[in-house]
C-alpha cells in the first residue's frame, strides 16, 4: 500500500509537470498494487488480527501467512487490474461514481475484463508513441483533464482500502498493537486536496 499510494504521489507531481500521459500509467500501476495488496490482505487478515485480541478474545501469536500463488508467480499485468476494478466498482455507494466508465454507464462484472484491457492499453499509451491502424498517439497529447479524474479516483479506492484495514482493527484490547497506516491515510488526504475537482 506505501507503494502504491507513493506512485500516486508521483503521478499528482507528474501530472503538475505537464507529463500527464505518464501520471495516467503510474494511476494504473497503483491499481495493480492495491490488487496484490489486497490479495495478500485476504490471505493474512485473521492471522494478522490475532496478536490485537479482538471481540474478546485474547491476544495470540500471530499466525503463518502463506504468500498466496498468483503473488508468488507471474500473473499478468491484466489480471491485477481487473480485480483492482473489480474493487473500486464496489464502492460507487460510498464515493459515488466509482468506476471508469462513461458517465451513467455502470460497469457490469462481464465488461471487467474488456475494462482492464482498456487500462492496460492508457497505461502502454502514457509511454510510448504508439500506432493503431492509420491512427499515431503520443503520451505527450495527454491532457490534464483527462487525468485529474483518474487521479482522484485512484486516491479514493486507496483510501478505502485502508479504511476496511483501520476498521478491522478498532476493537483491539491493547491499541499498542494496532498496525497503523494513518501516514498513508494523511498522504493521500494531502493528494486529494492537490487538484481542482475535475
Not at 483501520?166 to 491499541?175: E, I, K, L, V, Y
Request: glycine fraction near 8%; charged fraction near 25%.
Amino acid at each position: 500500500m506505501a507503494n502504491a499510494v507513493s506512485l500516486v504521489r508521483d503521478a499528482v507531481q507528474l501530472a503538475a509537470l505537464d507529463s500527464c500521459g505518464r501520471a495516467r500509467t503510474l494511476a494504473v500501476v497503483a491499481m495493480e498494487e492495491l490488487a496484490k495488496a489486497r490479495r495478500l490482505y485476504q490471505a493474512a487478515e485473521v492471522a494478522w488480527s490475532m496478536p490485537l485480541g479482538l471481540y474478546g478474545s485474547p491476544p495470540e501469536e500471530a499466525a503463518i501467512v502463506w504468500v498466496p500463488e498468483p503473488l508468488r508467480g507471474d500473473q499478468e499485468a491484466r489480471a491485477w487490474v481487473q480485480e483492482a476494478e473489480h474493487y473500486a466498482a464496489g464502492l460507487d455507494d460510498f464515493w459515488g461514481r466509482a468506476h471508469w466508465g462513461e458517465e451513467g454507464d455502470p460497469v457490469e462484472s462481464a465488461s471487467f475484463e474488456a475494462l482492464a484491457s482498456q487500462r492496460i492499453a492508457e497505461k502502454r499509451g502514457g509511454l510510448y508513441v504508439q500506432r493503431t491502424g492509420d491512427a499515431v498517439s503520443s503520451p505527450l497529447e495527454v491532457e490534464i483533464e483527462d487525468v485529474l479524474g483518474d487521479l482522484e479516483r485512484v486516491c479514493k479506492v486507496l483510501q478505502m482500502h485502508l479504511i476496511e484495514d483501520h476498521t478491522r482493527q478498532q476493537g483491539a484490547s491493547d491499541p499498542t498493537r494496532i498496525d497503523s497506516a494513518e501516514d498513508l491515510h494523511w498522504a493521500l488526504m494531502k493528494l486529494m486536496g492537490a487538484w481542482p475537482p475535475p
